[in-house]
């Protein structure tokens, strides 16, 4: 099975910072996974939550911040104090970590809670400056910015993400000739993905930190899992 790097290798490092990349990148998995929103004034910024409240020492939404106060917080200290001092990351600067790597960017769009007008043409647009888009699978909650996305490029891959246990999967693999399906860990290992799989569909799985889990997925004949503990997961696939 493929492995990415959930958030980075964030585990040990706050998750979804520059840090927590370099660590990911060092490791030769197949790729990494990131979270994007954009600001008040345009600048597409990595994180997971809407909010910076969980993960630095400042509050409020993302989309109704301008850049300069956003890189104004500290997105380490709440992870540890050895960490204090890291920035909240552009899109630009951690695509730039992995310019020179092998590495799979899987880029997620967030916008299934706010709905960031246009994020995917400036994604695009992002990926397009860096000459990665074959490096690039685009996944989202939000499976109507995707087909968006594929209206207006033929993006190398994109990912529907599912969280919850679903009856029927088999149909979605037909939304592009290169989708994939990125489900929940417990979405897995129910009978919908079994399906899914058994009728041709690529499936990963999310967020996968336990060995047994890795063991049942593959059983399964699932493609590729996210974790948080890239470097365990990887020493495991290879020691097998
Ligand atoms: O892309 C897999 C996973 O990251 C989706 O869930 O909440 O961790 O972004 P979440
Ligand atoms: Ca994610």
Do not use: C
């Amino acid at each position: 099975m493929d492995i990415f790097a959930h958030r980075g290798a964030s585990r040990y490092f706050p998750e979804n910072t520059l840090l927590a990349f370099k660590e990911a990148a060092k490791i030769p998995i197949y790729g990494v996974e990131l979270d994007v929103h954009r600001t008040k004034d345009g600048v597409l910024v990595v994180h997971h939550d809407e909010k910076i409240n969980r993960t630095s020492n400042g509050k409020g939404f993302i989309h109704e911040m301008d850049f300069a106060e956003l890189r104004s917080y500290d997105f380490g200290s709440w992870k540890g104090e050895q960490f204090a001092g890291q920035q909240i990351p552009t899109l630009h600067e951690v695509l730039d970590i992995f310019r020179v790597t092998h590495h799979m960017i899987n880029i997620e769009l967030k916008t299934d809670v706010y709905s960031y007008p246009g994020l995917e043409e400036d994604v695009l647009q992002t990926v397009l400056e860096h000459d990665m888009a074959e490096r690039i699978i685009y996944s989202s909650f939000d499976h109507e910015i995707l087909e968006r996305m594929l209206e207006k490029a033929i993006p190398n891959e994109v990912g529907l993400l599912f969280s919850k246990v679903l009856i029927n999967l088999s149909e979605y693999g037909q939304m592009a000739g290169s989708s994939t399906l990125h489900v929940s860990l417990i979405a897995a290992k129910r009978n919908a993905v079994k399906k899914a799989i058994e009728l041709g569909n690529r499936v990963r799985a999310y967020t996968v930190n336990r060995i047994a889990d890795y063991d049942l997925l593959e059983d399964l004949g699932v493609d590729a899992i996210f974790t948080d503990e890239p470097e365990k997961m990887y020493r495991h696939a290879y020691e097998k």
